[in-house]
């Protein structure tokens, strides 16, 4: 079956990055929670899209220049009065939870990986007995490579449109395997039959990200990914159940 991963707590249906979409996503009948993470200046890690407040909540600032006293005054937009939670926060809600952690390693404003940051955000997740409940994800292979060397969970390279593009599916799949990485996921409408092949055949599994209408989760279910991402979880299990009947009868 077909993984869910609600993508940042199901942004379009409770906000990005919420208290009330991480809640609810921990007691929906899907499989993974996806959200990203990004280091404050005063040592905390929080559980947000974006290195910077600007574009998701009534604040502005860079995360990883604030203290989370400062961050925790934002209020997220559209999140129902939520602010940014820590990643200590997202673990003591998800404890009891049946849905498994898909963890993003974000780079900072510049584009570059936070220094040392992967083995704190491993520290925090062990501490929390949450660390071999985590899938790691990342765009970036440096990122990927520092999983790596902290860690056996497995890692996810997200693969953009133009990473796709300029380097070519094979070469994909040249860069994954001399990275050890046995998982790529793609932005759903660059997914199709021949490239799920591609990969499959080169013995790496293959998902995709960003599904968020009924088509393109429809299309996901019908390619037979191994999992994917979407910000409207409600929909995804609704349609995947519905999928599930018909591929059954
Ligand atoms: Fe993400």
């Known amino acids: 079956m077909t993984r869910i991963a609600s993508h940042r707590g199901g942004t379009l249906e409770f906000g990005d ?22 280091p404050t200046a005063d040592g ?10 600007d574009a998701t909540t009534d604040m502005s600032g860079t995360i990883t220049q604030m203290t989370l006293a400062e961050i925790r005054k934002a209020t997220i937009c559209y999140g129902a009065g939520s602010h940014p939670l820590t990643l200590e926060e997202l673990c003591l809600l998800y404890a009891d939870s049946c849905v498994g952690f898909r963890c993003e ?6 584009g570059l990986p ?37 860690t056996d969970r497995p890692r996810l390279w997200l693969v953009s449109p133009a990473v796709l593009r300029q380097l070519g599916p094979e070469t994909v799949v040249e860069v994954a395997q001399s990275h050890g990485i046995a998982e790529v996921g793609v932005h759903v409408d660059t997914a199709d039959v021949a490239l799920k092949e591609l990969f499959v055949t080169a013995g790496i599994d293959f998902g995709c990200w960003a599904a968020h209408t009924r088509e393109q989760i429809q299309k996901v279910l019908n390619l037979d ?15 995947r159940e519905a999928h599930r009947v018909r591929v059954s009868a």
Do not use: W
């Not at 390693?105 to 510049?110: E, N």
């Open 17 to 38: 990055s919420t208290l009330q979409g991480f809640t609810a996503t921990s007691k929906m009948a899907l499989e993974e929670v996806e959200f990203d993470v990004h």
């Open 114 to 150: 936070y220094e040392d940051f992967v083995p704190r955000v491993i520290s925090v997740l062990q501490h929390h007995a949450m660390l071999e409940r985590t899938i790691f994800s990342s765009f970036l292979v440096r990122s990927l490579d520092e999983l790596a060397e902290a």
């Open 225 to 239: 990914v191994k999992v994917f991402t979407t910000d409207r979880p409600t929909l995804a299990i609704s349609t």
């Open 105 to 110: 390693i974000k780079p900072g404003v510049d």
């Open 44 to 53: 905390a890690i929080v559980v947000h899209h974006d290195p910077t407040l």
